[in-house]
Nanobody
Framework: VQLQASGGGLVQAGGSLRLSCAAS????????MGWFRQAPGKEREFVAT????????YYADSVKGRFTISRDNAKNTVYLQMNSLKPEDTAVYYC??????????????????WGKGTLVTVSS
C-alpha cells in the first residue's frame, strides 16, 4: 500500500487543521490505519489508530479530546481532525497502515507501512 499525507500547514494556537492520507494499492479496508508525529529533535510519537471499519479508535493521552481520527473506505482515505492546537503539536505528521490482526493499542509501538509526512506548525 502507498500512503500520501496532506493538509499540513501553519496555524495559530487554538486553531484547527484537518490532515488527510490517501492510500493506493491493496484494498484499503484490510488495514488498520494510524497517525504518528515527530517533532524536531524528538523521537516519533504515536497519535491515533482506527480499526478497519472505523468503529473503534485509540488515542495518545496528549491528543485525547482534541484530535479525531476517521476513515472513509469508499475514498481510501484516513483523516485526522485536529482542534485546539498547541505549539507542542508542531511536528511532521505521518500516516501508517498495518494489515495485522491486533488490538489498536498495540499499534502505538509502530506499524508496517508508512507514508511521507506533512508538516504542521502551530504558532503561539
Amino acid at each position: 500500500v502507498q500512503l500520501q499525507a496532506s493538509g499540513g500547514g501553519l496555524v495559530q494556537a487554538g486553531g484547527s487543521l484537518r490532515l488527510s492520507c490517501a492510500a493506493s494499492g491493496r484494498t484499503f479496508s484490510i488495514y488498520v490505519m494510524g497517525w504518528f508525529r515527530q517533532a524536531p529533535g524528538k523521537e516519533r510519537e504515536f497519535v491515533a489508530t482506527i480499526n478497519r471499519s472505523g468503529s473503534s479508535t485509540y488515542y495518545a493521552d496528549s491528543v485525547k479530546g482534541r484530535f479525531t481520527i476517521s476513515r472513509d473506505n469508499a475514498k481510501n482515505t484516513v483523516y485526522l481532525q485536529m482542534n485546539s492546537l498547541k505549539p507542542e503539536d508542531t511536528a511532521v505528521y505521518y500516516c501508517a497502515a498495518d494489515p495485522r490482526m491486533r488490538n489498536l493499542e498495540s499499534f502505538s509501538r509502530g506499524m508496517d507501512y508508512w507514508g511521507k509526512g506533512t508538516l504542521v506548525t502551530v504558532s503561539s
